[in-house]
């Protein structure tokens, strides 16, 4: 089964490109190539990516362009936070390249961007999607108190390293905040992995403490090298999130999810998230 998507730009569409373009911001919607961009932004659900739209980082699924080092634009969180008051967003998902070349690893940039729309947008929540950090930097990152803190497992222990990832540093950062914050993360399916793999890596993201889970299918981006190695069904995604439950995840798991996809987003009420 081939994933078909709607294409579908209407006036909403039109009022983000052009609050990106005046606002010189960047999403991770158009920047990764994502299917549901058309969707996502009519529904006024854009997710924003800071640091730059280099990556320090090669990962064979992503379409991120990669560079050794990049500039930091320090009036970035001041324009974003205006962005979101201008949408008036109840949630909004910040995301990042990593950025290995900062010592912080942007983690103060990240910090200053929460500050920001809670001063401009007290009632917003924030959800923050961070890559891979070192512990010091995890505690700014811990420090500027978002709603909720995502990190993307995105496949399992065997593949992950193929992929250009690092399985247990994900599980260990995962782990830093268990107890301290609401975390979530997402898993791609289709890059190879077996059923027995993604049990495993359910129980693994169980055991640090992740409440949010979400799991879509991969997509192969413009420019990456990685193939879909599988289409999976609808009942083997309702098989998969039917194992989530029994292990107590919120879970979101169909074709279209991504971790920022406004149909995820859209069910967190405004006041407070239902985990
Ligand atoms: S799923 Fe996320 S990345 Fe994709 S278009 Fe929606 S908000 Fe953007």
Redesign the pocket.
Known sequence: MKLKVKYKKGKNFFKVKALLKVSNLK???EE?D?P??Y???EEL???FLILGNYCTQKCSFCNLKFSKEGEIDPEEPLRLARAVRYLNLKYV?ITSVRRRDLEDEGANHFKRCVELIRELSPSTKVEILIPVMERENLKVILSSKPDVLSHNLETVRRLSKRIGRDYEKSLEVLSFFKGKLITKSNLMLGLGEEEEEIYQTLKDLKEVGVSILTVGQYLKPKNSPYPVKKYYKEEEFKRIERWAKELGFKVFCSPRV?????EVIKLFPSQSPPW
């Open positions: 999403t991770i919607c990764s994502c549901n961009v969707e996502c932004w659900s854009p997710s998902v991504r971790t920022s996809y406004h």
